[in-house]
């Protein structure tokens, strides 16, 4: 049947596509004229009032005034769903379809089109097909429900948009159930286990898409109460704000700025609770959206504490957020990277708070808290941002040294980058004042600079004085430690393999992270336990062979042992050559032997003095 809205009047007896009924009421003028949102049609009133209960009232109530017009209005599906009803009151054929069968559930209802006036109406016939065809399958519920979105809240009172949303959240969950069997497989072992082949993306994400923000937020809620997976839920999340916020359809304009803010606002609200299922360049696009959209404080606050929670994995793209208020001097959003530093500073002040008393830091780090790997990244990832915001020449002291003291100390094992910072800073910003330039150089810990960047510090002129003597201080502390070490090294030269290893854990101990540094210095103990444990027993063995030897010679007490003797310490060779002098009296020399012998012994590998027998000797002599 060929019809045009458009037209003024439409006389539904005089298609040629009718097969029943077309004989009784092609010779019958019309009696009853329909008008639906300014569209007339011609009917007759037998038809209509046989399966319709609300017109039937209407033509009821009107027999004396034999009413020949009715005006429907608000009539759901408009015209073109008022000419499907028309048609079945006619007894003509035509299609249900997911496109239609929730207008045609509606228009049944609102005609009172129900088994009460009629056996097999329309009301039925549409309830059949949305629970036995649409509901059984995901992708006609996506369909139908987005159908509904001009249908409410009658759609809602039917019951249609329940039945839709639960039907695609159950739908959905039972795929992905079928898609973790699928991945299930035996071991060589014959153990059940889970294959590591990467599932496949969920193909209802993009078909979500198309519904209102409305209807999707309970969609998605429907899915999180199913227990869909949390990747699954971030994806369609990201997914939906791609197709809402950054692309236009059919070549139209953008939604309203009040949607949009609306759209940021729900995304926000619906997102996991889970780290990571989202990822973090979404929850920048999603932070930088809802400031330009100025979104309720809640939401972008929200976003802040998510960022923050896995900062370590930014980017100094991600922290380059522009300013969108137009009261800002400064070119970037710095108030907003700072409040980012202080939640992942707080994550790592609870991991403190909840410390074991025995001190064990270094065992293990907390769930949520901030590992040592990740505060490192991070003081790299703040150094680098202040770097880049450092020659905006509006950007003031204070904000700059609230981003530079927003991680705690422990966080910053080298400050070459701070350094590099705040000399771009001092730069930029010439009219410091001395007291400025202090509280500003008062954040490095000059100790912590690497040769090349203190070298670099003692001959920078913006830096203050009081900086510049500090640094030449350490420079020449660090001089004279390597100078020591290098003669120390030279009278009593260890093993090449501990010589290197004492270098590295002494020059490169200020770049380790504080548990690499721990493990080192315990490894550095172990080592000299050892070497101190040996040296006491080279050191018992001499003394056991000087009292020997003191006993055989008062024994001999003669000249000729005296020869013996001297030819026996010639052999130990142990502290070095003895003086070619020789004294006449033997008392003398065994006097002097004992008393190099016990000064060599008490002089080794620099440790304190030892316990040893030669006192007793000495007294009993």
Known sequence: MDLHLHQ??????????????????????????????????????????SRSGRIRKIVSENREATISRVELLNLPGGPETFELAAKFCYGNNFEITPSNVAQLCC??????????????????????????????????????????????????????????????ASKACVEQIASSFSRLEYSSSGRLHMSRQKCESDWWIKDLSVLRIDLYQRVITAMKHRGVRPESIGESLMNYAENKLTKKSNGQQKVGHDQERLVVETIVGLLPVEKLVVPLSCLFGLLRSAMMLECSVACRLDLERRIGSQLDIATLDDLLIPSFRHDSD????????????????????SCDDEEDPDGSVFESDGLDSPSETALFKVSKLVDNYLAEIAPDGNLKLSKFIAIA?????HARTVHDGLYRAIDVYLKAHQ???????????????FQKLSPEAGAHAAQNERLPLQSIVQVLYIEQLRLRSALFCSELGDIHKPPVHQQSWRINSGALSAAMSPKDNYASLRRENRELKLELARLRMRLNDLEKEHVCMKRNMEKSNSRKFMSSFSKKISKLNLFGHSSSRESTSPSRNSQRTDSKLTARIFGLGGFGPVSTGLGQSKAHE
């Open 8 to 49: 003024p009047h439409l006389t539904l007896a005089k298609s040629s596509r009718y097969r029943s009924n077309e004989w009784i009421f092609r010779d019958v003028p019309s009696d009853i004229t329909i008008e639906v949102n300014g569209v007339t049609f011609a009917l007759h009133k037998f038809p209509l009032v």
């Open 107 to 168: 228009i049944s209802d609102y005609l009172e089109m129900t088994e009460d006036f009629s056996n097999d109406n329309l009301g039925s016939r549409a309830d059949e097909y949305l629970n036995y065809i649409v509901l059984q399958n995901l992708e006609m519920s996506v369909e139908v429900l987005q159908q509904c979105e001009n249908l409410l809240p009658l759609a809602d009172e039917l019951k249609i948009v329940p039945r839709c949303i639960d039907a695609i």
């Open 330 to 349: 400064t070119l970037f959003d710095v108030d907003t990277v700072h409040r980012i530093l202080v939640n992942f500073s707080q994550l790592d002040d």
């Open 405 to 409: 003291e927003s991680l705690p100390a």
């Open 431 to 445: 009219g410091l004042s001395e007291l400025d330039k202090k509280r500003i150089c008062k954040l490095i810990d």
